[in-house]
């Protein structure tokens, strides 16, 4: 599986982005999607993660980092092979580059670490302006 992130940029404090990530292989509508971050110094952080939802073209169980919730919203489009990262309210501090990632066989309490996902993409820088 091929993961391709796009949708970084430059934005000030409290603007919005949106990010994509196609998968080049249909059998990734059947993975755990998620999204992780890192700055730099920094470890690979947790961002948020979908569950494939048992052949529904869309949703699925969703997971958030503390620091995100309620401002980021992950998505997924099973059809298109896609998943989004819609950030809102942004802040200097999520400032980093931004990996898209799929897993399989994922149980819940390994969600959120990043040796448990056996596809990356080559990530996509987002900085944010005080």
């Known amino acids: 599986v091929q993961l391709q992130a796009s949708g970084g940029g430059l934005v000030q404090a409290g603007d919005s982005l949106r990010l994509s990530c196609v998968a080049s292989?249909?059998?990734?509508?059947?993975?755990?999607m998620a999204w992780f971050r890192q700055a730099p110094g920094n470890e690979r952080d947790f961002v948020a993660a979908?569950?494939?939802?048992?052949?529904?073209?869309?949703?699925?169980?969703?997971y958030y980092a503390d620091s995100v919730k309620g401002r980021f919203t992950i998505s997924r489009d099973n059809g298109r092979n896609t998943i989004s990262l819609q950030m809102n309210s942004l802040k200097p501090e999520d400032t980093a580059v931004y990996y898209c990632?799929?897993?399989?066989?994922?149980?819940?309490?390994?969600?959120?670490?990043?040796?448990?996902?056996?596809?990356w993409g080559q990530g996509t820088q987002v900085t944010v302006s005080s």
């Open positions: 292989d249909f059998t990734s509508s059947r993975y755990t």
């Open positions: 979908i569950r494939w939802n048992g052949g529904t073209t869309y949703g699925g169980t969703t």
């Open positions: 990632a799929a897993g399989g066989g994922l149980i819940q309490s390994s969600i959120r670490t990043s040796g448990q996902y056996a596809y």
